[in-house]
């Protein structure tokens, strides 16, 4: 892996944003979970984690699919490859398979997967239909594509508001924009599909409304910690900027009421025909 590829991904690959996507699955497991149940995921399913990071989806669904069934997990990032085989390495999983790859470049490996789990992946390539329709093509029929991708950014709001963290907000929608992504591609994401040989089984919104003393309030607010320092480092933003959104969100844990509405996540499951 090249140094110019690990730094053309926006959030960065480093070890605290190795970490922060833990929290982050954290916080959304309980969804995942039951998203993955209703999908049809089971004792036996050969399942595609796309753009897996660093893995914690892959050990969930090899728990999940258990000695019978395989994972694969395919990942650009040297870091969190590495960090998908020691997991693999340190909780004895047999049924996983790990490919350094790029999504755009390379094909994804033989199929055909029952499953495939691509969660806010497809908002960072330069060419999501490219990489919907190489799931496509390693997907069996009747197998089920299943995604978790942004619907709407902007739906991340605070209230009461708090200017400095909606700037915050603007900063990282434009950063994304700028490296060849688009936050929103849920959107596009059912014509894609139906282009692609899938039909649609379901199309749902996954917003939340929280206080600070939720457990999900963690992965917004360690986003923020984490992406304040990746935009100091690409040059976007200066510290007295990040130091303004660090009090705003402070004051937003301390003070009664305050709330934060999360940003639009579209959760859609795909079947191929
Ligand atoms: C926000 S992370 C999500 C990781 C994981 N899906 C999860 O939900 O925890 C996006 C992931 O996509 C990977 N990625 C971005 N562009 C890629 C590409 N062109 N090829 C392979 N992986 C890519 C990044 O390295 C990163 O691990």
Known sequence: MSQSKERDYVLGTHDEELA???????????????????????????????????GYATVDLAEIVGPGG????????SNFVNAI??????????????????????????????????RWVLCFVSDPELLVKKISRVTRR???AIFHEYGHYTTWRFFPQRASLEEFRSHVIATWREAGGEPDTGLQLPSWLTKNGF????????????????????????????????????GRID?????????DLAAAEKEKPSF??????LEIVAEKV
């Open 20 to 54: 922060r996507l833990g929290v982050q699955h954290r916080a959304w497991r309980p969804v995942v979970l039951d998203c993955w149940k209703q999908a049809g995921i089971t004792n036996g399913s050969r399942v595609l984690d796309v753009g897996a990071g660093p």
């Open 70 to 77: 395989r994972v694969v997990a395919v990942e650009r990032s």
């Open 85 to 118: 085989k020691s997991a693999i390495e340190t909780q004895s999983l047999s049924n996983v398979d790990v490919h350094e790859l790029d999504l755009m470049n390379d094909d994804l490996p033989d199929g055909p997967f029952d499953f495939s789990w691509c």
């Open 142 to 144: 009747g197998g089920r």
């Open 199 to 234: 039909t649609v089984r379901m199309a749902a919104p996954r917003i939340f409304c929280l206080q600070s003393n939720d457990y999900m309030w963690q992965w917004p607010a360690q986003f923020i910690h984490v992406h304040l320092l990746r935009l100091q480092e690409l």
């Open 239 to 247: 510290a007295e900027f990040a130091d303004k959104v660090r009090a």
């Open 260 to 265: 934060m509405l999360t940003p639009l996540v």
